[in-house]
């Protein structure tokens, strides 16, 4: 698959997936209202959310990527119909069972485990470099603001050889 079939940039816009400010009380509503838009959007089915619970509660919250950061996902095979990505921002933090506390969640839909690893994670990679990214995501009052910051990324040397224009 090429690269441009999954744009961080480009999925978030095509599915309407960014959500900023919003509040949860635990880390499952937080993972849910993560979910809740590539759901809508169709890019997953509703027992993808159970499957990401069910996997937090079995191995641990595997995808805190970084202080601050989630990026919950599932197996293609939990109910992935296309790729996807979805960002929300929290107004407070969630706590997890490893007491680590995290205010941005990027869901990520794969449909294998090639484009998740190959194509999804160097992206992902290139936003959260960037100086200060967590504290200015959480700054972003709007779509706008969110992908300006995603396009600011684009240079970096771990998105070399990935095909990310749409």
Known sequence: MKGREMNLKQ??????SIRLGLSAETWQE???LSVEPLIESG???????????EST???????ILMPGMAMPHA???AG???DAFSLITLTEPVTFSDGKEVSILLS??????????SVAIPQIIALFELENSIERLKACQSEEEVLALIEESKDSPYLQGLDLDS
């Open 43 to 53: 890019a997953v089915q509703p027992q993808y959310y159970d499957a990401i619970v």
């Open 80 to 82: 992935v119909n296309r």
């Open 57 to 63: 509660e079995e191995y641990g919250p595997y995808y």
């Open 108 to 117: 990520l839909a794969a449909t294998s485990s090639k484009i998740h690893t």
């Open 11 to 16: 999925a978030l816009t095509d599915n309407k």
């Open 75 to 77: 197996r293609p095979e």
């Open 30 to 32: 937080a993972v849910k």
